[in-house]
């Protein structure tokens, strides 16, 4: 059974950044693509960012593009997503998920994605 766990997020003030981690196990992390969503109060689940399953290709949403940076270390089992320069809008749950392919696609949905993470909370003060 795959398992992704999220962490690092936290309350921070307007410019600030934060360094998300979300841990993969049991599953054969290096051979899938992964992906970044946030839940925003009131608001949808949206894409962030998703990278290929050697980080060679990335895709970020536009609200993100230039802040923020998705990663992974396979050796690890983990991809990682930096926040700089955060806005209060970014304030939501971070969710990391895998997606069902090597590489993703530049619009990535949810139904491309099948394990899910439980979230971690961004806050983001003006």
Do not use: H
């Not at 993100?64 to 955060?86: C, E, H, M, P, W």
């Not at 491309?112 to 971690?120: K, M, N, R």
């Amino acid at each position: 059974q795959v398992q992704l766990v999220e962490s690092g997020g936290g309350l921070v003030q307007t410019g600030a950044s934060l360094r998300l981690s979300c841990a993969a196990s049991g599953g054969t992390f290096s051979y899938n693509a992964m992906g970044w969503f946030r839940r925003a109060p009131g608001k949808e689940r949206e894409f962030v960012a998703a990278i290929s399953y050697r980080g060679g290709v990335t895709y970020y949403a536009d609200s993100v593009k230039g802040r923020f940076t998705i990663s992974r270390d396979n050796a690890k089992n983990t991809v990682y997503l930096q926040l700089n320069s955060l806005k209060p809008v970014d304030t939501a749950v971070y969710y990391c998920a895998r997606d069902k392919k090597l590489v993703p696609g530049p619009l990535p949905r949810e139904y491309d994605f099948d394990y899910w993470g439980q979230g971690t909370q961004v806050t983001v003060s003006s």
